[in-house]
Nanobody
Framework: VQLQASGGGSVQAGGSLRLSCAAS????????MAWFRQAPGKEREFVAG????????YYADSVKGRFTLSRDNAKNTVYLRMSTLKPEDTALYYC????????????????????WGQGTQVTVSS
């Protein structure tokens, strides 16, 4: 299974971007998918996640209310709509997939995801 992330770019603070993550060679429609990000000099952190059979989406506190994760099972794609972007959102954004549905307590853990995209850069200037 391969994940292809796209949609990154450079925007000014307050702007918006939409990231896409397309899966090929398999599906995560019965598992889970998530976005993580890594800023220079920092550890990779959870941004947003979604699980099969769960109507909720889960967000890091730092992005709640500004980012929206959605999925299109027919296209085997997840999206991350990012609004009101801040300079501190600058990072390399990774999508991740889990074939098996992560338990809720592990949704934010990188180890729950066996498949990772290549990352797409988001740069927000002030």
């Amino acid at each position: 299974v391969q994940l292809q992330a796209s949609g990154g770019g450079s925007v000014q603070a307050g702007g918006s971007l939409r990231l896409s993550c397309a899966a090929s060679g398999g599906t995560f429609s019965r598992g889970g998918m998530a976005w993580f990000r890594q800023a220079p000099g920092k550890e990779r952190e959870f941004v947003a996640g979604i699980r099969y059979g769960d109507t909720n989406t889960y967000y890091a506190d730092s992005v709640k209310g500004r980012f929206t994760l959605s999925r299109d099972n027919a296209k085997n794609t997840v999206y991350l709509r990012m609004s009101t972007l801040k300079p501190e959102d600058t990072a390399l954004y990774y999508c991740a997939g889990a074939i098996n549905r992560p338990i809720l307590s592990a949704l934010r853990e990188q180890t729950s995801y066996a498949y990772w995209g290549q990352g797409t850069q988001v740069t927000v200037s002030s």
